[in-house]
Nanobody, 119 residues
Framework: VQLVESGGGLVQPGGSLKLSCEAS????????MRWYRQAPGKEREQVAQ???????TYVDSVKGRFTISRDNAKNTVYLQMNSLKPEDTAVYYC??????????????WGQGTQVTVSS
């Protein structure tokens, strides 16, 4: 399974960006999908996650500003980011749990996409 993120870039404070992450390859079932981010000099943190049924959780710092969603038919997860702040600047990574036909769950990562919030 390969995960490819897109949608990152440079945006002014208060602006919006929408990240996408498409999974491809031998996919049987993607269960939980997540977005992480890592700012320079900081540890990677989970930003949001969404289950296959659509249940979501968010880190406190993005609640009310970010929305995670998924399209199971397209094997794609999205992160809509509004009211962006300079402290949201980071490399954003997609992460997904894949349930194989052998019923073993494996976790995959994307390569990351840079989000920079600056005036």
């Amino acid at each position: 399974v390969q995960l490819v993120e897109s949608g990152g870039g440079l945006v002014q404070p208060g602006g919006s960006l929408k990240l996408s992450c498409e999974a491809s390859g031998s996919i049987f079932s993607l269960t939980v999908m997540r977005w992480y981010r890592q700012a320079p000099g900081k540890e990677r943190e989970q930003v949001a996650q969404i289950g296959k049924s659509g249940r979501t959780t968010y880190v406190d710092s993005v609640k009310g500003r970010f929305t995670i969603s998924r399209d199971n038919a397209k094997n794609t997860v999205y992160l809509q980011m509004n009211s962006l702040k300079p402290e949201d600047t980071a490399v954003y990574y997609c992460n997904a749990d894949h349930l194989g036909t052998n019923y073993i769950v494996s976790t995959f990562w994307g390569q990351g996409t840079q989000v920079t919030v600056s005036s």
